[in-house]
């Protein structure tokens, strides 16, 4: 499966962004989905998993009640919506998959097979 973030930017403190990771191929069903991001001179921080089904979504917790997961199997994308929005979310955000046989979530980055390219977002103060 190829990968395909979109949606970074600048924005105010404050302020929101959605990214949208497009998924190719036929089987996005089949994938569990991730969403990562590394700020400069930090290593890669998990942000959240969703299930095959979407059922399960899993988030850590310096994001918990601002960023949302979600995905929608008709179009082969996942989302992440980010709420209230700091500086310290500055990063390269990433989606990531990985083939699974069952409909659970995956927090471990090495775990997962495919990513996409990363999309730049810039929190000002």
């Known amino acids: 499966v190829q990968l395909q973030a979109s949606g970074g930017g600048l924005v105010q403190a404050g302020g929101s962004l959605r990214l949208s990771c497009a998924a190719s191929?036929?089987?996005?069903?089949?994938?569990?989905m991730g969403w990562f991001r590394q700020a400069p001179g930090k290593e890669r921080e998990l942000i959240g998993s969703?299930?095959?089904?979407?059922?399960?979504?899993y988030y850590a917790d310096s994001i918990k009640g601002r960023f949302t997961i979600s995905r929608d199997n008709a179009k082969n994308t996942v989302y992440l919506q980010m709420n209230s929005l700091k500086p310290e979310d500055t990063a390269v955000y990433y989606c990531a998959a990985d083939r699974v046989a069952d409909d659970y979530i995956l927090i471990e980055s090495s775990k997962y097979d495919y990513w996409g390219q990363g999309t730049q977002v810039t929190v000002s103060s």
């Open positions: 191929g036929r089987t996005f069903t089949s994938y569990v």
């Open positions: 969703i299930s095959r089904s979407g059922g399960t979504i």
